[in-house]
């Protein structure tokens, strides 16, 4: 088993929208809120619990699989003629998944197909598939999630801080984290409080440009004017016969300000160094040539990455190597999932042909019952 430690830093002018699907108890504000898991640190005053930032894991995990299936796929381009096998292999890559219909008991299948294919296909044996007819493995490489770089105890600083801060990366030391009241009310007329200086709140509008068209009207009277057509061309009452607010239009935004970097974990369960330079120099490549962003909003230049840097157990930075990139990509040729593929059509098969004779059951014995009645 090998672990390795990825450090991400950001752009310094770009916050992260990564949220968490869920909506605080606000009565009359429409708000977004990051993913956070609740931490403690020790302050004077005792134990001190906050809200932290946190990227899942299947964030990055979940793209990068769709980029490396994306260059499996364009490697071994024009090489599989059959349409159906080139369905089946992308839903492996890109969904890491193959259902089917249930199983009936008589239906045998090879189980140790699973292992078989691991041992052949690297991208397999390391990003898995979940194969309803076979036996599940669990996969090679487990990637963790995200984790602002916090200074509990700045008297003894473990190793990934101590290299975080050799990198110059920003990192927050416990004794500036605070709970600060914001202007946002819950229903029950609290304040709405954000940890700080790990989260902000954005606000924005939608819908409702009229102060973007006013700016055009070049005397008050045509202002004047442009509101009343603008009102004309803006839906201002609601279903119920109920007139909108506009105020409703602003968007609150909970953010991760651009104060503090990130580290992740990734874990093989094999010591195949080779391999896990492959893969890793490719997670690099991705997140820094090809996407180079973490969450939302890109466009509004959200989530930037400036730089990924990754350290095996030793904290010694790892060596990249393109060569071993591309033979991790050779050495997951779709081709090798043909065993699974025939062994799909022959379980299709079997339940076509069970439930065929099913049907023909049921219309003997319809056919019967007629009979017997003198019809």
């Known amino acids: 088993m090998k672990n390795y430690t990825v450090f991400f830093k950001r752009n310094e002018t770009s916050p992260i929208s990564y949220l968490s699907g869920l909506t605080p ?7 977004t809120v990051c993913e956070k898991e609740r931490d403690f640190i020790k302050k004077d005053s005792g134990f001190f619990s906050f809200n932290k930032p946190v990227i899942k894991g299947s964030h990055t995990r979940g793209r990068f699989r769709n980029f490396l299936s994306n260059e499996i796929m364009q490697n071994f381009e024009g090489k599989i003629d ?21 199983l009936p008991s008589d239906v045998k299948t090879n189980l140790t197909m699973t292992s078989e294919i691991a041992n052949k296909n690297e991208f397999f044996k390391n990003f898995g598939a979940m194969i309803t007819f076979l036996n599940s493995a669990e996969s090679n490489c487990g990637i963790g999630h ?16 101590n290299k975080a801060e050799d990198l110059n990366l920003k990192v927050v030391y416990a004794s500036n984290i605070n709970e600060e009241e914001t202007s946002l009310k819950l229903k029950n007329g609290n304040d709405y409080k954000i940890t700080t200086p790990f989260f902000k709140i954005e ?21 004047e004017l442009i509101r009343q057509y603008y009102k ?19 968007l609150y935004n909970e953010v991760i ?5 990130f580290y ?41 990455i400036d730089s990924v840097y990754i350290f095996d157990e030793n904290m010694q930075e790892i060596k990249y190597d393109e060569d071993k990139y591309f033979e991790f990509i050779q050495n997951s040729n779709p081709a090798e999932f043909q065993p699974i593929f025939k062994s799909y059509n022959e379980i299709q098969k079997k339940n076509k042909d069970k439930k065929e004779k099913e049907k023909s059951k049921k219309k003997e014995e319809k056919e019967n019952q007629k009979t017997s009645k003198g019809e």
């Open 203 to 223: 606000t924005n509008r939608v819908t409702d440009k009229l102060w973007e068209t006013e700016k055009y009207g070049r005397t008050e009277e045509e202002m």
């Open 25 to 31: 108890n606000f009565s009359t504000t429409n708000i």
């Open 82 to 102: 059959d349409v159906k096998f080139l369905v089946f292999i992308a839903k492996i890559l890109f969904s890491g998944s193959v259902t089917n219909e249930k």
């Open 146 to 161: 995200l984790y602002p770089l916090v200074v509990k105890n700045s008297k003894e600083k473990d190793s990934i801080i």
């Open 264 to 304: 992740e974990n990734i874990r093989f369960l094999d010591d195949d160094v080779d391999t896990h330079l492959g893969i890793l120099t490719g997670y690099k490549k991705y997140f820094t040539e090809i996407k180079p962003y973490i969450g939302g909003k890109v466009a509004n230049f959200f989530g930037a």
């Open 257 to 261: 300000a651009p104060v503090v970097d």
């Open 232 to 250: 004309e061309f803006t839906q201002t009452e609601k279903g119920n016969g109920e007139t909108k607010d506009t105020n409703k239009n602003i």
